[in-house]
């Protein structure tokens, strides 16, 4: 887990499998910003969890502002009452309507189709430009006020810089380790949206950005920042206790509870062919609900002067 040494009570982390990626340090971080390398498994959905405990501050609201390789901020905000949520607070993909139904598609990990040469490319520089925003997920954390309803009508922006990219030559990475983007699964239903809501910002700087940057296992290794001869956990969990290192002990605690996890959640899926299509449905809606985001069109600081227009907040 990501936490924040100025603002303890608070972390982030990358979810796969009902459990979270193990976290590597990022040794060229930029200056106030907490940085970790994780694992990217090819086709594998994942979601952004947040947690927020004591002594984390709460007489504020908290805006998080999530980016995913680059894709336009998509927005969360928790009114002081709900931060503290003991299950967390989840964003685990992209959400729309459609014939007054809510659908949400999930945050993937796909590979890069990286080839010798590809056909038909004729600016190689512009898709340099687009690659340095893959494999990375960047989170903006600001403290919120004067949280209330918005009677505005809802929007729903579109998620076109996480579709799948063509071939990609190797002169065009130029030795850079990206192994990975995120892409969206098939759309599911989804619950219906709650109200959206307005606020003003305490601070429009972030008090804490985070960034999770993902790669496969070979890159990170490439980068050293895991260790080369680290044993894949699948070969080394009949070893006795004993003889295993503190990571690797983690690694296959790690295995063993998502298969328990992936074990639990096809014997429900098998279970769920005999309820009532209206269980079944109540599961649909509610299971692994996803958080509500908002998109800010305008916003002003407490600070400023009143005629100025406050955050007005859509989805």
Same mark, same amino acid.
């Given at each position: 887990m990501t936490t924040c040494d100025q603002h303890p009570g608070m972390k982030a982390e990358i979810i796969v499998d009902y459990e979270p990626l193990q976290e590597y340090d990022d040794d060229e971080a930029e200056p106030g910003v907490v940085s970790k390398y994780v694992e990217a498994a090819s086709g594998k959905e994942f979601a952004i969890k947040f947690t927020f405990t004591r002594p984390f501050p709460t007489q504020h609201g908290v805006e998080i502002k999530v980016s995913v390789d680059g894709e336009p901020d998509r927005v969360l905000a928790y009114s002081p009452e709900e931060l503290c949520k003991a299950e967390g607070h989840y964003k685990r993909g992209v959400g729309f309507q459609k014939d007054g139904q809510f659908y949400r598609q999930n945050y993937r990990f796909t590979a890069l189709n990286i080839v010798e040469e590809a056909d038909g490319l004729s600016n190689v520089t512009d898709l340099r430009k687009d690659l340095l925003s893959k494999g990375s997920i960047k989170l903006e954390y600001r403290f919120?006020?004067?949280i209330?309803?918005?009677?505005? &009508?809802?929007r729903y922006k579109p998620a076109s810089a996480l579709s799948t990219m063509g071939a990609i030559p190797e002169k065009a990475l130029k030795g850079d380790a990206r192994?990975?983007?995120a892409t969206l699964s098939e759309p599911r239903r989804a619950r219906a949206r709650k109200p959206l809501v307005n606020y003003n910002y305490v601070n429009r700087e &972030?008090?804490?950005t985070i960034v999770f940057k993902y790669r496969?296992?070979?890159?990170?290794?490439?980068?050293?920042i895991?260790?080369?001869d680290e044993e894949d956990p699948t070969l080394v969990e009949d070893r006795a206790e004993d003889a295993m290192t503190p990571a690797q002990l983690r690694e296959v605690l790690r295995l063993a509870r998502r298969r328990e996890a992936e074990a639990s959640q096809q014997l429900k899926?098998?279970?769920s062919g005999a309820r009532t299509i209206k269980r079944e449905r109540a599961e649909t809606f509610n299971h692994e609900d996803d958080d509500d985001e908002v998109t800010i069109v305008e916003s002003r600081s407490r600070k400023r002067p009143r005629g100025e227009p406050e955050v007005i907040i859509l989805d």
């Open positions: 919120i006020a004067n209330h309803t918005s009677d505005e &009508p809802r192994s990975h983007q &972030p008090f804490t496969s296992l070979t890159a990170l290794k490439a980068l050293r895991i260790d080369e899926q098998e279970r």
